[in-house]
């Protein structure tokens, strides 16, 4: 069948719905003959290549002076079969657009092969949400090896998984082998053991253990153990999260302040990971669907749980680090009303009135970060302590911003929860949350650093029921 007979050719022989699918269907549609000519393109081909009949298929979109060295169409010449290849094309414009090609044999009334149907879908989106994806991992592979501490995640056989590179380079390891082996030096399972009490129950498990190094030497480990679930809800390994604490084990309450510290940063990351495992599976359902929509929806909840690890990372550095201030110009009373502001709508949920009693300050200078973090954990901690509070139906937080010749006085109160007497001599200590499992414990730690750096001081009042009042000052250069 020659071009002219393909010209000539209209679709009055087929029903009226086929005609209307080849010219609207959402895909690039091309006939092409044995020079690899184009006889016929559909309505998408030809506002997106132009309207380039006779010329050949990979001058077309392709861009080259002769045919490629692999080509699906030739294949499909010589089995008559339907291929099928990813490709990079090129718009008349010049811009590359990602495709899934499929061609087909179009035969003659005795059978022979005239031409050929080439379909064309467009997934240049998809591919760069795919590379995004592709690097989101690789910064969350990042953080799991330099998170301080070791994972392993195993199997119910109690083989590894996966270990992050803490533990690889502490006691070894690779996937397959099991984990009493590798860091008990055990040729069977413990007698006693986290990671099976959590595939039998579904909890979180927390245990002390000795284990033993690569080199042999004995190590006291904290040992948190927790479930990782598919998508169905059952438990198909176990992340078991070990802090080294052999140095504290001679304080008692510093291996009770490390043990929160740690359950409160496994139960944070355990959600993260969850998160992103959660929208990794959707992207993955999406990109074997070919839906961008739910695509875009997994790469969405990717994206939120690598900045709030990112975030837990960054608050962890920043405590580690020691610093200087980088003073300049700072407005402490501008910082309350944008975070009053920031804020509004949760007042508002939470039946939460509030009172600013904010003076116009003279100039001072301070780490302009620093002093905004500060405000704003406070504030929130505010907002928390009344939240908690389930005995009054409406509470009130006061925002107090003041300063004297030689001081400023920042004084945040709420009439929430209040705090224990055992528990405000710990708010500032290393490793304490006074908000459990729902805190890294590196809130008020941080606003304690802030305040030192700039050479301040940091009070708290509170009773129990009662509300609490924090009460900041900060010294005038």
């Not at 002769?66 to 290849?85: A, L, Q």
């Not at 995640?153 to 380079?169: A, E, M």
């Not at 302040?257 to 999406?286: F, N, R, W």
């Not at 304490?432 to 499992?437: A, Q, T």
């Amino acid at each position: 069948m020659s071009f002219a007979s393909f010209e000539a050719m209209d679709y009055e022989s087929f029903k009226i719905p086929d005609a209307l699918l080849f010219e609207e269907v959402p895909c690039y549609i091309s006939l092409q003959d044995r020079s690899h000519s184009i006889i016929k393109a559909n309505r998408r081909f030809r506002e997106t290549f132009g309207d380039r009949l006779g010329e050949p298929c990979y001058t077309v979109y392709k861009l080259r002076d002769e045919k490629c060295e692999v080509c699906p169409m030739d294949s499909v010449f010589i089995d008559g079969r339907i291929h099928e290849s990813e490709e990079i094309v090129f718009s008349q414009e010049g811009l590359p657009i990602n495709v899934i090609v499929n061609v087909a044999p179009v035969r003659d009334d005795t059978g022979n092969i005239v031409a050929i149907m080439e379909m064309a879908t467009d997934i240049t989106e998809t591919k760069r949400l795919q590379r995004k994806l592709e690097e989101s991992s690789e910064k969350y592979r990042t953080l799991y090896d330099e998170v301080p501490c070791y994972i392993s995640v195993q199997d119910r056989n109690f083989r590894l998984i996966d270990v992050n590179k803490q533990f690889k380079d502490e006691f070894g390891g690779s996937p397959g082998e099991y984990c009493y082996k590798v860091y008990k030096k055990r040729n069977e399972r413990c007698e006693v053991c986290s990671v099976a009490k959590v595939f039998e129950d579904g909890n979180v498990h927390f245990s002390e253990e000795i284990v033993s190094s690569k080199k042999g030497e004995p190590i006291n480990m904290l040992v948190y153990a927790t479930p990782i679930r598919d998508n169905r809800g059952n438990i198909n390994s176990v992340m078991e999260m070990s802090t080294n604490i052999t140095n504290l084990m001679n304080s008692n309450t510093q291996m009770t302040h490390l043990g929160q510290l740690v359950s409160s940063l496994a139960h944070t990351i355990k959600g993260i990971v969850t998160g992103l495992e959660g929208g990794m599976y959707v992207v993955d359902s999406g990109f074997r669907n070919k839906q961008d929509t739910t695509v875009k929806k997994g790469w969405d909840m990717v994206q939120r749980n690598v900045e709030r690890i990112s975030h837990l990372v960054l608050d962890m550095l920043y405590f580690a680090k020691e610093r200087l201030p980088e003073k300049e110009e700072v407005k402490i009373d501008q910082f309350c009303r944008e975070i009053h502001d920031l804020y509004t709508k949760k007042f508002k949920d939470n039946n939460i009135k509030v009172n600013l009693e904010i003076s116009e300050l003279q100039t001072y200078f301070g780490d302009k970060k620093s002093l905004y973090t500060l405000i704003l954990t406070l504030v929130e901690n505010a907002i928390h302590a009344c939240i908690w509070d389930k005995e009054k139906q409406a509470h009130e937080i006061c925002i107090h911003l003041s300063e004297t010749d030689s001081t400023i006085k920042l004084e945040i109160s709420d009439d929430g929860v209040g705090i224990e007497p055992d528990v405000k001599s710990k708010l500032f200590t290393t490793m304490y949350s006074s908000k459990g499992s729902g805190g890294s414990g590196f809130g008020l730690m941080i606003v304690k650093k802030i305040v030192d750096e700039h050479g301040g001081e940091i009070t708290v009042e509170a009773e129990p029921g009662q509300g609490a009042r924090f009460l900041v000052k900060l010294k005038r250069n």
